[in-house]
């Protein structure tokens, strides 16, 4: 049984699974490498720009905490945007923001500085290059729509695994402000990932005039119907829970592994390993998410996936050798990839494609604030306790409780929408029967007037003719 209630596909075409489709996946994969892996990678940098501008941990996990909230604050902007535009012209603006928040927070001399150039300016240019890209998959796949999905969603671990020990590398070279300027060059190549992204040639409505097209945009970027949505309201609720505890402890792993006496270079491998083993889950997990046994019930799936990334993180503090800390980066490489594999595929699953642009962009700018508050949370625990345990327990907690939150109400909606559905049928059934009963009643009902007028008729007949008549 399809457990699925997205709404049906009304795009207008049959998209073209394939073709200059894989080329496309190309491009996203680059740009979501660099939205999702800049804000993990750039954790290597971060003990070096505290020692020098006098920041604490919560103040320094601001940073990324900053750059990842408006990356998911600037979803309607950019859906706005890619609506209007197109997703090629966005993502290469996205890439050149990137760029210049990279270059100018080099020369940086307060924590301030460093959050509105490397978190607004940064974050707003990964918010383009992310809702664009997931967009123009939506545009190009239905069939394979899941391994498209999960190709274009490793580029996040497959970056990360280099960019780890690249800016280790470039940050004993450099420093970390030549390191930020190298890095801005390297995030040009999203310009080039959005050249691939050529427009879909759909057939189109004609739309009366730019008013109407104004009109028509505005509703979808304000479009609050989705609160209307029990399945979206249940997905948003799980999906604000894990978020909040999902980079918190990417941020923190290699201060922790230091803190276990692991060496900078071997405690930022582990970051590596991490972004190593995510790269093959990703992909791996569209295509188990695309079989015919696991795609109707998707849902469950993505709960798993979180309760299993969620219970890494409660174990981690029990790990302290350098060997178990490869363990739980190999773990937590395996929940993080097939939680991220699904994320905006489960999305996908219930809001249909022709939704999906406005629910994402709606989805992101409300997860920003627990994107926002989970890392500095983390951070204020290490200040309070001196003990990175208590960040490892709370992110772990959070999330398997989103996993069980999500397993528990889908398992409800699912039986609700039976039931409404059942009860829709049967008073359709009943409409019907009604409808059919009240015709055959005004047939009868016109036979019976038409049998009445007949013997009236006779009847005068019989008068006329057994009357005498009189004689000239």
Known sequence: MNMSPAPADELGYKPLDGGWGWMVVVGAHISIGFAYSTPKALSIFFKEIQEELGASYSEIAWISSIMLAAMYAGGPVSSAL????????????????????????????????????????????????????????????????????????????????????????????????????????????????????????????????????????????????????????????????????????????????IDQGVEEYAAAYLLSIMGFVDMFIRPGTGLVANSKWIRPRIQYFFSFAMIFNGTCHLVCPLLKSHALLVAYAVCFGIGFGMVFALIFECLMDLMGNERFPSAVGLVTIIECFPML??????????????????????????????????????????????????????????????NQDNQDNQENQENQENRDQVTILSKLVETFHSEPHSED
Not at 211 to 227: A, I, Q, R, Y
Request: proline share 5%.
């Open 82 to 257: 890619v609506n209007r535009f197109g997703s090629r012209p966005i993502v290469i603006l996205g890439g050149l923001m990137c760029w210049a928040s990279m270059v100018t927070a080099s020369f940086g001399t307060s924590i301030i500085y460093i959050y509105f150039f490397i978190g607004v300016i940064g974050g707003c240019g990964l918010a383009l290059n992310l809702n664009a890209s997931l967009t123009i998959i939506s545009k190009y796949f239905l069939a394979k729509r899941p391994l498209a999905n999960g190709l274009a969603m490793a580029g996040s671990p497959v970056f990360l695994c280099f960019l780890a020990p690249l800016n280790q590398y470039l940050l004993d070279k450099f420093g970390w402000r030549g390191s930020l300027l190298i890095l801005g060059g390297l995030m040009l190549n999203c310009c080039v990932a959005g050249a691939l992204m050529r427009p879909v040639n759909a057939p189109c409505k004609p739309i009366s005039g730019l008013k109407g097209s104004c009109v028509k945009n505005s509703k979808k970027f304000l479009d609050l119907t989705f609160f209307k949505d029990r399945g979206f309201i249940i997905y948003l609720i799980g999906n604000m829970m894990f978020i909040f505890g999902a980079y918190a402890p990417i941020v923190f792993l290699p201060a922790y592994a």
């Open 373 to 434: 508050l989970g890392p500095p949370t983390a951070g204020l625990l290490v200040d309070i306790y001196g003990d990175y345990k208590y960040l490892f327990m709370m992110c772990g907690s959070v999330i398997v409780a989103g996993g069980l939150f999500l397993f528990v109400m889908n398992t409800c909606n699912y039986h609700m929408l039976e039931k409404e559905k059942t009860a829709k049928d049967r008073h359709q059934h009943q409409d019907n029967q009604d």
